[in-house]
C-alpha cells in the first residue's frame, strides 16, 4: 500500500473484530511514532502499549466514543478494541509537544492502515483513572489513548455540506464529513 492509499482510506474506527493485534505490531507503530518529526528535536513523548484484556476493560471504561452520535453509544462488548496505545508528553521538555502528538499519532494511524489495522484517537478519557492503572508520573501529561484493533466497520467520507457531525446510517455506516477541498485551498493568494 502506498501512502496516499493509506491516507485516504484512514479512517477513525470504533468498531472492532474480537481478534488480538500481536505485541510486535503494536511496537512496530510505537516505533513509527518515534521517527516522526519533532519541534526541534525535543522528542517528549512516550507510550503505554496496553494488551492485558483485564487493563484493555478497565482503560474501555474511561473512554467516551463518537460524541455527535445520539443516544450515547460506546462499543459493543463483541466490537471492543483489542488493543490501546496511551500518549504521554513531558511538557517541561517541549513547548511544541501538542503538534508533535498530531504527528506521532497520524504515523501510528497510517501504519496501522498498512497492517491492516483500525485506530481511533480519543481525548475524551478519563485520565485519574489511567494515571492510576499504570502508576504514569506525575511530570507527564497524558494526552490521549488511540484505540487499535482489527475493523469491523468501513466508514465512508461525504462532502460537508451544512453540519460537521458524522453520523450513521441505517445500514450502521458511519459517514464522514470532510470541507471541500476548493474552500480550504488557496493558492499564491487567499
Ligand atoms: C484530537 C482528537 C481527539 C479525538 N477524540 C475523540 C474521542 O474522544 N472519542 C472519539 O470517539 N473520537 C475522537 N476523535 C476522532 C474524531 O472524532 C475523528 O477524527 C473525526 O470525526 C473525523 O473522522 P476521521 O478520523 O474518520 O477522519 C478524536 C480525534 C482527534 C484528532
Known sequence: MDVEEAIR???????????PVPVEMLEKLVDAARVAPSGANL??????VVTDASLCDRVFEGLKWAGYL?????PPEDEKPSAYIVVLADKQKSPYYEVDIG?????????????????CVLRNIDKDEIRSLFSVPDYFYIDSVIAVGYPAEKPVVEELRESVEYWRDEQGTLHVPKRKLKDILHINRY
Open 43 to 48: 522528542q517528549p513523548l512516550e507510550y503505554i
Open 70 to 74: 445520539k443516544p450515547e453509544w460506546r
Open 103 to 119: 504527528l506521532a499519532a497520524e504515523n501510528i494511524m497510517l501504519l496501522a492502515v498498512e497492517y491492516g489495522l483500525g485506530c
Open 9 to 19: 482510506i484512514r479512517r477513525s474506527i470504533r468498531r472492532f473484530k474480537q481478534k
